[in-house]
């Protein structure tokens, strides 16, 4: 059994799965006559040719810890964004897209601890665990790909692949 170390979430760190949008750090111009900071283009929205972008809420019960991590998913035709709307901490589990097959190392999957006034952008075909919210009914303002096609791939790992992640 392996129990990954939740290491906290900076842009640096998370550059191989996708953007952190948080303000903290992060350069802005202003507009408004002056009166707002501007953080541009933290993050991008991508989609294939026939995919709309959309914005939804996730409202998420937490998961009981420590939590098996038994599968990842991804998304292969478009980009998904986390944005906490209680500025509550929340966990990811991830790892990168690889050679793009159905397929999974365990050594390369990561975990990385959100604090509430960070959001996660998800890149085309990142692997990630579903939504892991630490307080009950969180929720999370989603940007994310709604169109043709199945973008929701699901991997599971084989049984002897024991990932374990637990709160300190
Ligand atoms: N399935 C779905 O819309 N949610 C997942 O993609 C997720 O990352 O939580
Ligand atoms: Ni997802």
Redo the contacts with the bound molecule.
């Keep these: 059994m392996k129990t990954l170390k939740i290491e906290p979430l900076t842009k640096e760190a998370f550059a191989p799965f996708g953007d952190v949008i948080e303000s903290e750090g992060r350069d802005y111009f202003m507009i408004n006559n002056g009166s707002t900071q501007r953080y541009h283009k933290l993050g991008e929205v991508q989609l294939d040719e026939q995919g709309q972008g959309i914005i939804s809420i996730?409202r998420a019960e937490t998961l009981e810890y420590p939590l098996q991590i038994k599968m990842l998913?991804r998304?292969p035709f478009g980009s998904?964004s986390f944005i906490p709307l209680f500025g509550r901490e929340f966990l990811l589990v991830v790892a990168p897209v690889g050679d793009g097959s159905m397929n999974i190392d365990p050594s390369t999957v990561r975990a990385f601890r959100a604090t509430g006034r960070q959001g996660v952008n998800y890149h085309r075909g990142v692997w990630?665990h579903?939504?892991m919210a630490l307080h009950n009914n969180d929720e999370f303002l989603v940007v994310d790909r709604s169109g043709p096609g199945n973008n929701?791939d699901e991997f599971f790992f084989d049984e002897s692949v024991q990932l374990t992640v637990e709160l300190d």
């Design positions: 996730f998913e998304h998904q990630h579903p939504i929701c």
